[in-house]
């Protein structure tokens, strides 16, 4: 299992690199990824969260299966990815994420994404993603551009959990899986 980088890490604040050539070397990364992804408990990973700076990111929305029946299961792996276009209803959810550790928030993000990018198989897609695949898309790709899902909350819920924020930072937070900070 790769170690995720946690809030306060400089990496997951910087925008990553486009990936130049999709190759053995990255087909790795991917398999680490999604092993990391599936012992973290996680449905969406993107590679800084793992400490490579690259526009690459992994999904696997069948841990929503249980509690979303309805949703789409998707398990893609999105390389250079590149919006085409956000659309329909602003979708409110209540987020986490494996570089914040024990912190939900309520986002509000679009409910559909038509999405450009590079398949595993280094194959250019152009894909339509609708409901919880595309708000797992949309998380991640948050993270390619050096964003995290609390840049969308009110600054009073950002005080409200200013300590969990600086504990995670100082590794007073220790997740169930390996992780590191600054």
């Known amino acids: 299992m790769l170690p995720i980088y946690v809030h306060g890490h400089p990496i997951l604040r910087k925008k990553a690199t486009e990936v130049e050539v999709v190759d053995a070397q ?33 999904i696997d929305t069948h841990g929503f299966k249980e509690t979303y029946p309805d949703t789409e299961l998707v398990k893609e792996t999105f ?22 550790p024990e912190i939900r928030e309520d986002v509000v993000r679009k409910s559909e994404v038509i999405l450009s990018y590079l398949s595993r198989d280094g194959e250019k897609v152009t894909k339509h993603f609708k409901g919880l695949p595309a708000r797992v898309i949309l998380h991640e790709l948050d993270h390619l551009n050096g964003h995290v899902f609390t840049d969308y909350i009110s600054s009073i819920r950002k005080m409200i959990i200013k ?15 390996k992780s590191k900070h600054n």
């Open 26 to 58: 990255l087909q790795i990364l991917i398999d680490e990824m999604f092993e990391t992804m599936y012992k973290a408990e996680g449905v969406g990973l993107a590679a800084p969260q793992v400490g490579r700076s690259l526009q690459l990111f992994i």
């Open 79 to 100: 390389i250079n990815p590149e919006v085409v276009e956000e659309l329909g209803e602003d979708f409110n959810f209540n987020e986490g994420c494996l570089s914040l």
């Open 163 to 177: 300590k969990k924020l600086n504990d995670i930072a100082s590794g007073k937070t220790k997740p169930k899986y």
